[in-house]
């Protein structure tokens, strides 16, 4: 977009992976307002110097966020979408009242198009061209289990079974809204109310009266972050010495402490996704790596 000549008023950041850095190749310090999600990549979050507002997705259920919510520290939540263009879309409705368009949502792409000009894969394929290598990539245009299908236009487009389901949950999350509304291209049709681009500019050129955005006000404060970060470091503290041999608890002690913290272990394989649940205390390999995990976040969690 900037390449354009157009500076977006928010960029949404959601991957947690470092790829996601490629997204903001040359655009260091430059002054975009980011809406971060709490489980983004922090180095992400740094590179655009406008204002960060927080956001959190309940990927996966740990007490730590209850605790956070209880205190008043957990941002304003939304749903886990999976989609960063879904993601957008709901962060658009909950800011305001009025119309929202949406424009590129495609779920959909074609032999020479796989990736939307500008975007670090389309650069990628440019910067690969030669002679042996075609701009047309032929590995994604026929991926197992890709197929044709009719865009909102009625040209024949590709799609998969990933962007296929992305489009199904856009329709079950969206497509009884009559806010939205989606500017007619060459991508699936979303279930919503389609417009061309002169319709597009009409809207927005419009001065809409927005009396019901929300309350975007932060009642927290650094007392009340800093009270909360040495509970937590007290807790971590006290797992960490008896893990240690330095003082003796009780099992049932241990257990509970296990049950606070159970971010220390809430990305173990036998744990993630799983609500809560872990070895027991008999297994040693488990506790081994829970110590590990303790001083890392009491680094974070003293830096607050």
């Known amino acids: 977009m900037i390449e354009r000549g157009i500076n977006p008023d928010l960029t949404v950041i959601l991957e947690s992976q470092h790829w996601n850095l490629r997204d903001f190749v040359g655009l260091k310090d430059r002054n975009v307002n980011t809406a971060v999600d709490l489980s983004a990549l922090p180095a992400s979050a740094r590179v655009l110097s406008g ?20 205190s008043g520290l957990l941002p304003e939540s939304f749903p886990p979408l999976g989609s960063v263009g879904l993601s957008c879309v709901a962060l658009a409705l909950r800011l305001g009242s009025g119309p929202v368009i949406t424009g590129g949502i495609d ?40 197929f044709p299908v009719s865009s909102k236009l009625g040209a024949q487009v590709r799609s998969n079974p990933a962007m296929r389901n992305y489009r199904d949950l856009f329709e079950q999350e969206f497509g009884n809204n009559p806010r939205l509304l989606d500017i007619n291209g060459p991508g699936l049709n979303l279930g919503i109310k389609t417009i061309n681009a002169a319709e597009a500019f009409d809207i ?28 937590e470091l007290d807790i971590l503290e006290k797992i960490r010495h008896i893990l240690s ?8 002690l241990l257990e509970e402490l296990l049950k606070a913290a159970d971010y220390l272990y809430a990305h173990f394989p036998e ?15 488990f506790l081994k790596r829970v110590r590990a995990e303790i001083e890392p976040f009491m680094e974070l969690w003293e830096k607050l």
């Not at 996966?60 to 966020?65: A, D, M, P, S, Y």
């Not at 670090?120 to 075609?134: C, I, V």
């Not at 041999?245 to 049932?252: A, D, K, L």
């Open 245 to 252: 041999g330095e003082e003796t608890g009780e099992e049932s």
């Open 51 to 70: 204002e960060r507002y927080f956001f959190f997705t309940p990927w996966t259920e740990i007490r730590l966020f209850k605790r956070l919510s209880e």
């Open 107 to 146: 779920f959909s792409y074609t032999m020479d198009a796989y990736h939307a000009q500008g975007t670090p894969g389309d650069k990628e394929l440019r910067m690969r061209q030669n002679r042996f290598k075609s701009l047309i990539n032929a590995d994604a245009a026929f991926m197992e289990g890709a």
């Open 271 to 285: 744990s993630a996704g799983a609500g809560g649940r872990r070895p027991p205390l008999t297994d040693l390999s």
């Open 204 to 231: 927005l050129n419009r001065k809409i009266a927005d009396s019901a955005a929300p309350d975007t006000a932060d009642y927290t404060t650094g007392d009340n972050i800093a009270e909360f970060a040495r509970k």
